[in-house]
């Protein structure tokens, strides 16, 4: 999957996203950590990225696609932030040395579609975590894919940017394709511009991501829902997770 023309509206699909809920949930439980080393996988454009480096912590972007990069890197230097930034794939994540936390929020880990790609993940985090580091990330869940997404349409009327979004079953139990269609407005043609886009996300039960990252070497510190710290219900939506490297 490559975001190309989607990195330039990324931030507009997302202006009403509750990154500081994200914060609070990552801050809660990484105060207690001896150091102050993130690394944010997955970061996009930088929003969250750029709000852990605002409230003191030393982080690290990194993230497959080399437009959201330089969106990131274009916003944390008008912002006054240096921040190193990374592309890399989070399947295979290499070199970077290794952190007290690591983070993949904003349900990015739900874009791999195999399970051997969230177990590779899982492995490749746990290799750039010092010992007692936290991997903390949410995903969505089993009831949102299958109550809120599927057969479900989102649209947005806006003079910069519109949007379709429909959303259907996927080819595999926890899938979900994500139909885009955008209308960007042009300044130099004064014309709107039609583009499309296809994205495909999968979720798994919290037991099953509990067992790969036990695999993997890590333990379940928490295991909560919806930016809370209580335990998921039957109809949450985004599930979170907090393990510790042993």
């Not at 599927?150 to 379709?164: A, L, M, N, R």
């Not at 695999?215 to 599930?239: H, M, Y």
């Amino acid at each position: 999957m490559t975001y190309e023309r989607f990195a330039y509206v990324y931030d507009f699909l997302m202006q009403d996203v509750p990154y500081e809920r994200w914060l609070a949930f990552f801050e809660r439980h990484a105060k207690s950590l001896p150091g102050k080393k993130v690394l944010d996988v997955a970061c996009g454009t930088g929003e969250f990225t750029w709000r852990l480096k605002e409230t003191g912590w030393d982080v690290t972007g990194v993230d497959l696609s080399e437009d959201m990069l330089m969106v990131a890197q274009q916003k944390a230097a008008e912002r006054g932030k240096k921040i190193p930034w990374f592309q890399q794939d989070m399947r295979m994540l290499e070199g970077l040395g290794t952190f007290d936390a690591v983070t993949i929020f904003c349900d990015s880990l739900n874009y791999l579609l195999k399970e051997e790609e969230v177990k590779d993940t899982f492995r490749h985090v746990y290799d750039h975590l010092q010992a007692g580091g936290l991997f903390l990330f949410d995903v969505h869940s089993l009831y949102k894919m299958e109550h809120i997404f599927k057969d479900g349409t989102f649209t947005s009327v806006d003079e910069e940017v519109s949007y379709i979004w429909n959303c259907f079953d996927g080819d595999a139990e926890g899938m979900v394709e994500h139909e885009l269609t955008f209308f960007a407005f042009d300044q130099a043609s004064g014309q709107y511009e039609r583009f499309d886009e296809l994205h495909y996300q999968r979720t798994y039960a919290p037991e099953q991501y509990a067992d790969w990252l036990e695999q993997a070497g890590f333990e379940i510190v928490r295991l909560a829902a919806d930016f809370t710290d209580n335990p998921p219900q039957q109809d949450s939506q985004r599930i979170f997770f907090v393990a510790r490297k042993g």
